[in-house]
Structure formats: C-alpha cells, structure tokens
C-alpha cells in the first residue's frame, strides 16, 4: 500500500510540469501563429534609400529640403538614367525621341492598369541628350518617389518593376546598347539584391544548421527540435519588427533584414545545443526527465539570460548612431534576439520533456551518474592548460598580436555603389558605360543652393574647384536645341547651382571633392549648402566615424558592467573584455589580408568597423560567458584551477558546436550579391570561430589559470587549488 501511495504521488507531481509543457507549446503555437504570415511580409516595409537615413543636421540633408523648392511638382524625384551606346544620328536621335514621347504610354504589370505616366512626376520633359562623341545618349527618366513608395498590387516594392519595364522598353528601340542607370537603377538593383533575404537566405541557412546539428547529435531525430525552435523564434521576432516597421516605429531595410535572419537562427541554436547539453549531462544524473530539465534549466539559465542581456545591450547602444539606418538595426536585432531567449527557455525544454530520452537516439542517456563529458578531446586540451598555462596564453597573444598589425592597414573609406556588388547588374555597366562617353558626374550633379546675390562670383570660384568640370544653374525650363534659352530660376531669393563632376557621381573619389567644394563654396558665399547624392554619401562617411568614435567605448562600458554582475567580479570582466577586443582587432587584421588579396574588394563601407564590433564583441563574449560561469560554478566546489579544467573540459564541445554553428549562418551572407554583407558575413564567422577555438579554449583558461584565485576578485571565491586529475 505504501509503495502504492508513493507511485500515486509521483504521479500527480509529475502532471504539474507537464500541464506547464502543454501550455508552453499551446501558447507559442498560437504567437507563432500569428506572427508567422507578418514575417512573410517583412520585404514590403523595407526602406533602401539611403539618403533618408541622414540626420537633419546634416548639411547635403538641408541642401536637399532647399533644392526641393526648385522642382515644379510638390513630390520628390527619384531619377532613372537609360544609357544608349551606338551610333547617334539624324535617324537614330528620331527613333530616341518617338520612345521618350510614347514611354509614358508603357503599362505596368501588377499595377491595376496604370502606366508609366502615372509613376512619372508630373509636368516632366523627357528627351535625350547625345555625347559629345556622337557614339551615346542619355535619357533621364524623373520618377515620382511618393508613388514609388505604395507596393504594388502584388505587395511588392515599384521601383523594381518600372526599372524592368524601363529597360526592356529600351531594349526594344534597336540599335543601341542599353542601360538603366542612375539612383533609381541602383536602387531597382539594391531591391532585387534584398530581394532573395526572405527566400534563398533563409532556406540557405537553415539547410546549413540543419546539417551541422545532425553532425553534432548524430541523431536522426534531435536536431530536428532544435531548429524548429529557432524558425519559430524567426517567425515571432521577424512578425513583431513587421508591424513596427509597418507603423513608422523602426526603419528596417534590407541589410538590417538578412542580418535579423542569421542572427536568430545563429543565436537560437547557440542556446539550443547549451540547454540540451546540460539536459542531457543531468539525464545521467536523474531518473525523471522533468527534475533533469529543472536543473538544467537552473544551470543555463543565467548564461542564456546575460548572454542575450549583452548581446542585446550591444546592439541598443547602436540607438546612439546619427544614422537612421544603424538606429534601425539596434532594436531590429534585439527583438529577434528576445525572441530567440523566450522560444529555448520555454518552448524548446517544453517540447524535450514531452518526447522523453528517445529523441536522443541511438546515444540514449541513462540515469547512471556516468559524465561521459570528462574524456576526450577537450580533457586533453584542459590538461595542456593547466601543465603549460604561461606558456600557452603567451603564444595564443602573440599570434594575436601578429595580426592585429594589420587592421591599421583597413580601407575603411568607404565603397562607391559600382564597387558594392559583388557582381555586375545592369546599372553598374550603365555607370561605367555613361563614364567612356560624358563627364562622369553627369546626370548626378553636385547640388549647391545659395543667395542669387552669390551666383556670379559662385560659378567663377566653382569652376576652378578640384574635380569639377562645369557649373550651371537651374533654369525656368529645359534647355531644348533650336530654342530659346530659359532664364535662370530663382525662388526666395535663392539660386540652385548644379555641379558636374569629373568621377563618377558614386565613387570615393567623387566624395573626396566634397570638403574642398565646400571650402570654396563657403568662403564666396557663406551661408550656401553643398547637397546631391555625392554629399550624401560623403556626410554618411563622416557619420560613420562619428559613431565608431561614441558607440564602440560605450558599447565596452555596457558589457563591462553586465559581465562584473553576472561573475561578482571586476578583474573576470577586465580579462574577457580585453582579450575579446584583442581576438576583434586580429579579425579585422585578416579581414585586410582576405578582402585585398583574396576577394579583391576595393574597400569596406564605413560602418563595417561599427557592425563587426558589435557582433564580434556582443558574440564572442556569449562564448567566455558560457564558460566563465560554468567555471565559477565548478569554482565554489573544487577550487578556481580544478573549476578551470573541468569548466573548459565539460564546456569544449558544446561552445565549438555553438560557435561552428553561429558562424555558419553569418557565413551564409556570402551568398547575398552584396559586398558589404559579405564582408560582415565573414569578419562575424571568422571573428567567432577565433573566440571560440582559441580565445575561449586556450587564452582565457590559461590567463584565468596562471591568475588563480585572483581572477575573482574582489569576491574570495575559489580559494582551494588542489589539481583536478581528468580521465585520460
């Protein structure tokens, strides 16, 4: 009876946790549910303009408000350039102008019947303007920008679209080589560049964990739960940015979306193969499932928690940028970031308690008190540590160091847009192609708005400008040959001046003329502003540095002062910090030698230091978390060095799991057409691999080693230094 009595009450406390399993499960069905379909929509909120993302103080922002009073219709107008190259005659410029007067009769698919015209500004001219060299003609195609923002009926973006329909019209004239350039034709091919986020991206990285995970578990059915977990994560954090970014609370673009994408799923599977290896080392150690998952539970709690906490911190700090872009991807990631802690510390151990042990096979773990993580590799390594402590963090900096030496050599100016594809779309070859037969700034000019009174002397100090190679001002009408000249417009007592470069409107160079043309312009007129996309990108680069110069210390402050709670320690956090921002400097020191001699890029943009440092530093001290908390747990029953060994011994495979598999996912951006993401994709999976290989398996054990007791201070924690004996 009594043995009866004891199963009955075994039984009832056994429903408790798994009535709360249900109602996890239940519960995220139902948000997953919801927000599932909003995350399909993601692309349709996404904002590319880049020149939107400037403060209002800057000076090509208050250029651009003012340039806008020269421009006939009330709307903002995105220009497309088509490029003809060929022969440019009596009969061919004909053929030009019956297309330029007919190309607003063009229909545009998925528009309910709307033509070209209607996403044409209003009361434009367009006709086309034949080279100097009679072998090409530009047509600029004035678009009007409010309509362009309103998706299709399709729910897709416009630009895209009427940039299609540009260049198959232009295909269609004969005779000529034809191009779509100019702001508008980047953008159309910036879209369909993020177009592929939502569909090859995802898939490519979920393809990737998938088989990493199966390596991992060796489990036909494990890695299965795992990732679930983490598209589920996706979908709730992917469909929350949707409607904030839907309603104007957050900027999302197509960058901050691919970024969101690999960063849940990279960190969602970190804490994934944290919980389940813990789960699975206290399955040795309880015969219930449901007390195994409550101690693990306990045990990974903290580290996931200060984990997400500075990764999360890291990135909010990015709220600090001038940049509405960078502000943007702060609390864009930290929402996916939030999800992905709420799914795998409520949703994932629900799911493992309700299917019991056999998901792990054919590795079922039995409750026989065996730690089969006390052999292997990783003993190995934790016995090299502790033997050689001195002599193995003093190698592991020096090839640090080494490499380190060559971040300096960074080119961080930035890139022009021609140079930001890691192929070759149509408007980069129509760039190139405008470049052999006009100035290279034109259809792109320089823009400066000044008081009338300035105009004269003005043009005369703007004419003997470096790079400049004509200035004109805005006229009443178009300038049409056999015609009469328009007048110069004047609007409040101001003048536009439009300046044409000799480099392309896009390129560093063309951005390096800017402080010069405004030393000029300001000195013969001191209250005229410098604007036009040149300006724009040259102020963005400015701000770029701005931030790297505010957000990177504070970002150390933040993390410093999380990582001193979580370990009750001030000289622990000093450590990690340091040798983090070490393994950041050598990552971007290979990046230099890798981007130079192997990719052959030109450059990286400038916030590719700002990006690679959060991510780096926000990451790579999740993996020195994860083990400096196991070892002060190991710590307060063996003593700092013994917690040492078995800390870096029980913790090797499942933080190289973690960090194979975040690094993976960041290196899925390579396949993005995108220089910079390719960049960042693979300065986080180089920067991670390194925390996790050598940082976290050899420098930050052997330092804390060759410290001691120390490493703790103030607190007194870890006083006992027998050595731990490891099974061989």
Not at 28 to 53: A, E
Not at 295 to 306: D, M, S
Not at 654 to 679: C, H, M, R, Y
Request: glycine share 10%; net charge negative; hydrophobic share 50%.
């Amino acid at each position: 009876m009594a043995q009866h009595g004891r199963r009955k009450e075994k039984q009832k406390s056994a429903r408790k946790p798994i009535w709360l399993a249900i109602f996890f499960i239940v519960a995220w069905l139902g948000i997953g549910g919801t927000t599932g379909p909003l995350f399909g929509k993601l692309s349709s909120v996404q904002q590319n303009d880049s020149s939107g993302f400037l403060p209002s103080s800057a000076e090509s922002t208050k250029a651009g408000e003012l340039a806008t009073k020269f421009v006939d219709q009330d709307t903002s107008v995105l220009p497309a350039l088509i490029v003809f190259t060929g022969d440019v005659n009596e009969s061919t410029l004909g053929a030009l102008n019956a297309f330029a007067q007919n190309l607003g009769n063009v229909p545009v698919p998925e528009s309910d019947g709307k033509t070209l015209k209607d996403f044409i500004a209003q009361g434009s001219q367009i006709f086309p303007i034949p080279s100097q060299d009679g072998k090409a003609a530009i047509m600029s195609v004035p678009l009007d920008d409010s309509v362009l923002a309103s998706p299709l009926a399709n729910n897709e973006p416009a630009l895209p679209v009427i940039v299609e329909v540009l260049r198959a019209q232009a295909e269609a004239v004969g005779g000529f080589e034809t191009h779509v350039t100019g702001i508008g034709g980047i953008l159309a091919d910036l879209f369909d560049s993020f177009g592929t986020i939502d569909t090859s991206l995802l898939g490519t990285t979920l393809i990737v964990v998938a088989i990493i995970l199966i390596f991992v578990y060796r489990s036909p059915f494990l890695w299965f739960i795992p990732l679930l977990c983490s598209v589920w994560a996706l979908a709730v954090g992917g469909g929350v940015v949707y409607l904030l970014a839907k309603n104007d609370i957050i900027k999302l673009d197509g960058q901050s979306q691919g970024i969101l994408s690999v960063l849940v799923i990279g960190a969602a599977t970190d804490y994934a193969l944290l919980l389940i290896a813990r789960y699975r080392e206290e399955l040795h150690h309880y015969d219930s499932r449901f007390t195994a998952m409550r101690v693990a539970l306990k045990g990974v709690f903290e580290p996931i928690l200060a984990s997400g906490l500075t990764v999360i911190a890291g990135l909010l700090v990015l709220s600090l940028s001038d940049l509405a872009q960078v502000r943007g991807l702060g609390p864009v990631s930290a929402i996916g970031i939030l999800a992905a802690q709420l799914v795998m510390l409520t949703l994932l151990p629900a799911i493992l308690v309700l299917v019991g042990r056999w998901i792990f096979w054919p590795r079922i773990p039995r409750h026989d008190d065996v730690d089969e993580k006390l052999t292997g590799v990783w003993n190995k390594v934790a016995n090299t540590v502790g033997k050689n402590p001195r002599r193995t963090w003093i190698t592991t900096s020096a090839m640090l160091l080494a490499a380190l030496a060559f971040a300096t050599q960074l080119n961080t100016n930035g890139l022009s847009q021609t140079d930001a594809f890691t192929g070759n779309p149509d408007s980069v070859v129509g760039l190139e192609k405008l470049a052999e037969h006009f100035p290279a700034g034109q259809g792109d000019p320089t823009v400066i708005v000044a008081p009338k009174d300035d105009l004269g002397m003005l043009t005369t100090a703007l004419s003997g400008a470096p790079g400049v190679s004509s200035v004109t001002p805005t006229l009443t009408g178009m300038a049409i040959p056999g015609m009469p000249t328009p007048e110069i417009k004047y609007v409040d007592g101001l003048v536009r001046l439009e300046v044409t470069l000799d480099k392309q409107a896009d390129s560093v160079e063309a951005q390096d003329y800017i402080p010069g043309i405004r030393e000029v312009a300001h000195e013969v007129s001191p209250t005229s502003l410098v604007g036009g996309s040149t300006a724009v990108s040259y102020d963005l680069q400015q701000a770029n540095k701005r931030d790297r110069n505010l957000i990177i210390p504070v970002a150390l402050l933040v993390i410093g002062i999380i990582l001193a709670l979580l370990l009750r320690s001030l000289l622990a956090p000093i450590l990690l910090m340091a040798t983090t921002v070490l393994s950041f400097g050598a990552t971007l020191g290979i990046c230099h030698l890798v981007f130079t001699h192997v990719f052959d890029f030109k450059g990286t943009d400038g916030s590719f230091p700002l990006f690679a440092f959060v991510f780096l530093v926000a990451l790579g001290i999740d993996y020195n978390i994860f083990l400096m908390t196991r070892i002060r747990e190991e710590a307060i029953k063996l003593g700092t060095r013994p917690g040492i060994l078995k800390g870096v011994t029980v913790t090797g495979g499942v933080i190289t799991s973690a960090g194979v598999v975040l690094a993976a996912t960041f290196a899925v951006l390579g396949t993005l057409p995108l220089v910079f993401l390719v960049e960042l994709g693979f300065a986080v999976a180089f920067g991670v691999l390194l925390d996790t290989i050598i940082v976290r398996s050899l420098l930050v054990p052997a330092l804390s080693y060759d410290i001691g007791a120390k490493i703790w201070w103030p607190s007194k924690l870890g006083k006992t230094e027998e050595p731990l004996v490891l099974a061989k």
